[in-house]
C-alpha cells in the first residue's frame, strides 16, 4: 500500500541531517569537554562570536580546524586570488567562463523587473526591486571542494546587482586553500574571500566582527553545522534554506536505459550520504538497473563511500502504474527529480513538489548541478512544498512604491474612512478626509 511505502521511503528519503559522525562526536567532546548536542554546540558558537567578535571566532577556527590563524591572516589576500588565478589549468578557466554565461542568461532571463500599474486615473502603484547591497556566501570545505558552489551562488547574486559578495570557506586544503575554489573566485570578480567556515563563519558574517563586515544574507550549502548556524541567525540576517544531504528521484518506464539509471543514481549516492530512489512500474527494469549499479560502483573513485550511501539510502522501488509514481514522488517532494520516459513533459504535468526537474534520457542531474544555468543550491528533506531554489531573485528585497495625484483618492477615500473608523483609528481616517 501507498501509506507505507511513504513511510519505508521517508527513511529513505531524509538522510540523517540530523546526526553527527562518531569523528564529530569526539571533536565536540574534545573541543566543549561535554557530549553536546549539534544545536548545543551552533548555539552556543553563535553567542560567543555575537559577543566578542574576531577573538571567538579565532578560537573556534584553531578547536574545530586546528588553524591557527591571526586576525590579519581571516582574509585571503587579493594577490593570492590573482596568483592562484594564473597557476590554475587554462581549461578549468574556460569552464569557468562557459559556465558563467550559462547561468548570467538563464538568471538575468528570470530576474524580476519592477512593475507598475495604473488602475485608475492619476494613481500609479509599483512592485520594485532592489538588490540586497552585501551578502555572505558559503563554500563547504570538510570533505571535498567545490568551485562550481562559487558559480552557482556568486554568479546570480551578480546578475541581481549585489555589489559586495563575501565568500567563506573552511581553512582547509578543500577549503579557502584550495586553489581551484580561490581561481574560480577570481574568475568572477570576487575579492573578499575569508578563511572561516562552520557555525563560526555564518555567526560572524552575521552579526560581523572588527574583521569581517556584517551581510544582509547568507547563502549556499555546508554540513549540519552550518545549517544549524544559519538557522540561528535568521532574523537577524535572511538565509537561503536549511539545506539537508542530497536526493534523487528517478521516475522511468519501459523506454528508460538501466545503465544510464545506474548512473544517475551513483552520482547522487556519491554525496555520501545522499538518498537515490528509483520509482517505476517496469518489473524488469529493476534487475537490470541492480546489475548496472554493481557493475559500474566497481568503477568509482569514492566506491566505498557511495556503496554505504546506496545501502542506507537507495531505494528501487516497483509501483502500479505513471499514477501512482506521481502520487508517491508528489508526497516525497525531492530535491532532484529527474523523469526518464517516452513523454517526460506530460508526466511531469502530474506533479508539483520538486526542487529542480531534469526531463529526458539526455538530461543527467550533473548537467544542472555544474553548467546549465538554474543554481545547484536547492531545498531537501521534503521542504520544496514550501520553498525554492536560490535564483538571481533570492538577492533582491521587494518593496511597493504609491502614488495618488490630487483628487485621485475620492475612489477608495470613502472605504478607507470607515474601514479606519470601524477599528477606531480616527486620526488615520482624518488623515484622509483632510486631503477631501
Ligand atoms: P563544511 O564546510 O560545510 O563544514 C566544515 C566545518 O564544519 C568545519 O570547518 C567545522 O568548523 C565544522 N564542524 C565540523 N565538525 C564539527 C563539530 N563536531 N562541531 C562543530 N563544528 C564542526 O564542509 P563539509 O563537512 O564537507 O560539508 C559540506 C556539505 O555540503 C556536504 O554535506 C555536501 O554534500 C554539501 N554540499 C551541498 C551542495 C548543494 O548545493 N546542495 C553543494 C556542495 C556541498
Redesign the pocket.
Known sequence: GSAEILDQLREKLSPRGDV?SPR??A??EE?FGAPLT?VE?VDK?CEEVQSTGTSALLH?LKQ??KADLSAEQLRVPEEDLAAAHAAADSALIDSVRRIRENIVRFQSAILHQDVTIEPSPGVRLTQRYVPLRRVGV?V?????A?P??VL?TAVPAQVAGVKDIAVV??P?P??AYNEDMLATCHELGITEVYRM????AVAALAYGTEHVPAVQKIVG???L??ALAKKHVYGTVDIDSF?G??EVIVIADETARADFIAADLLAQAE?SP?SSILITWEESLLDAVEAELTQQLSELSRSDLTLDSLEAFGALILVNDQKHACELTDSFAPEHLHIQTADPQTLMKSINNSGAAFLGHYTPVALGDYAAGPS???P?GGTCTWAAGLCSNSFLRSGSVTEFEQGAMAQIADDVERLAEKEGLTAHARSVSIRR
Open positions: 553527527v564529530g562526536r571533536l565536540t573541543v549539534p554546540v558558537i573556534y574545530l580546524d558559503c563547504p570545505g570538510g570533505a571535498a567545490y562550481s558552489t552557482m570557506a573552511p582547509t578543500f577549503g567556515g562552520g557555525a563560526q550549502p555546508g554540513n553545522f552550518v539545506a544531504p542530497s554525496h545522499g545547484h543550491v536547492l531537501t
